[in-house]
């Protein structure tokens, strides 16, 4: 017979470690299990420490957020241990972070730190004391897939608004087989009541931030350190071949910029590429942001079969290129030995280095079915033709698409 976590036992008997951050998602899902019998042990990851970043109002896994784990954990009576993972962490995701930005990508270290961090060394950690599994406080669901002998697939949650698929879709098959979701079922606003009621003094404490080992929300000064080459400065070109200006360093862009590009053009202009080898930033209008297909790297696949089974002519799916848009209709397909998206309606602004999530409808309750990060993207003939063209003229180079190789 099985629990309410789908484990065998009792839940006296079952042993769950949680991933408590110091926030109210993580310890109203400690509180939850507590409260549920389960054998409970609490466990706060020490990532960073970077002074004035321990005290910013929303940073997490530092200082004040420790001191808050601990305050929960003693008022559940439960037992609460902090490990100190800040060399891992600056390894597996900043240095990740750092390189991949002055690579001209918008990398996403939320996902390098679950991929790693917490859903392999932590999850390791986990096994070690004993746990049938890690509980989390990220919004999302998993259940039992049927007929597949204990495998889970994951599911979005049932606040739309707080779904964190997009952050989670490298969680492989495995590690998605040992977690566990509590608060899936749940609105933000029904875990701030049960946190108010259970009287925890981070009831009304705000959201973490995405980045969180940045301080005041500024890139460039942690890249700038670990990288001052990025820094150096470089030409500001038009999609049509114009220079219309410097720039300080590329690691002041990002692909969809608008404001603070520094130039003017006689028309709205966007960042439009970012070439690392000549330290040029591309900008055009914004139609020459428009993606109509991807090409996918490190890709994790939790549906059904091998992804490498995917039908010649692609399969339909939704998906998301950044956290905050809903799943739209795509096509996904194996060719070439590389996941290959084409976005039925477009796409603006997506840049290299994001993820693209894959999800089997658009519905609240849709499956995930994994994801990758995006190595390259294609936009319509005539801008893919024009960038294509500004790219190779700053190498001395004829033009050549980057993913004519793929595009059949």
């Not at 896994?61 to 800040?86: M, S, T, W």
């Not at 606003?189 to 009831?203: C, K, S, Y």
């Not at 990002?254 to 591309?282: L, N, S």
């Amino acid at each position: 017979m099985l629990n309410s976590l789908d484990l065998p036992g009792r839940p006296g008997d079952t042993r769950i470690v949680v991933a408590m951050s110091g926030g109210v998602d993580s310890s109203v899902t400690a509180a939850l299990l507590k409260r549920a019998g389960y054998d409970v042990i609490g466990m706060t990851l020490q990532l960073y420490d970077h002074g004035e970043a321990t005290h910013r109002k929303g940073a997490c896994c530092a200082g004040q957020d420790i001191h808050d784990a601990r305050r929960v954990a003693e008022k559940l009576g439960i037992a609460h241990y902090v490990l100190d993972y800040e060399a891992r962490f600056r390894d597996q995701v900043i240095e990740p972070f750092a390189s991949s930005y002055i690579a001209g990508e918008t990398p996403i270290p939320c996902v390098t730190c679950n991929q790693t961090v917490k859903f392999a060394d932590l999850l390791s950690t986990a096994k070690d004391l004993g746990a049938a599994a890690l509980a989390t406080g990220h919004y999302i669901r998993s259940r039992p897939i049927d007929g597949a002998d204990g495998r889970r697939a994951m599911y979005r949650p049932v606040d739309e608004d707080r779904d964190q698929s997009y952050f989670l879709f490298a969680t492989t098959q495995e590690q998605l087989d040992y977690l566990r979701f509590p608060l899936g079922d749940l609105t933000k606003a029904q875990t701030r009541q049960i946190a108010r009621e259970l009287g925890l003094a981070v009831a009304e404490k705000s959201d973490s931030q995405d980045i969180c080992f940045v301080p005041r929300g500024r890139y460039s000064d942690i890249i700038a350190k670990l990288h001052p080459h990025a820094s150096e400065p470089g030409d500001i070109v038009h999609v049509d071949g114009r220079v219309l200006g410097r720039h300080d360093g590329i690691i002041g862009f990002t692909i969809g910029q608008r404001r603070g590009i520094g130039v003017a053009a006689g028309e709205p202009i966007y960042v439009v590429a970012i070439d690392r080898d000549t330290r040029r930033v591309i900008v055009g209008p914004r139609e020459a942001l428009a993606t109509e297909r991807l090409v996918l790297r490190d890709v994790n696949w939790l549906g059904d079969g091998a992804i490498d089974e995917l039908p010649g002519d692609g399969l339909p799916v939704f998906v998301k290129v950044r956290s905050t848009r809903p799943p739209a209709a795509a096509r996904i397909a194996w060719r070439s030995g590389r996941a290959v998206v084409d976005l039925v309606n477009g796409e603006d602004g997506v840049a290299p280095g994001q993820a693209c999530v894959v999800y089997d409808s658009a519905a609240g309750d849709a499956r995930v079915l994994g994801g990758g990060f995006i190595a390259t993207t294609e936009r319509s003939g005539e801008h893919q033709a024009r960038l294509d063209a500004v790219l190779a003229a700053g190498k001395g180079q004829p033009a050549k698409s980057s993913v004519d190789s793929i595009a059949s």
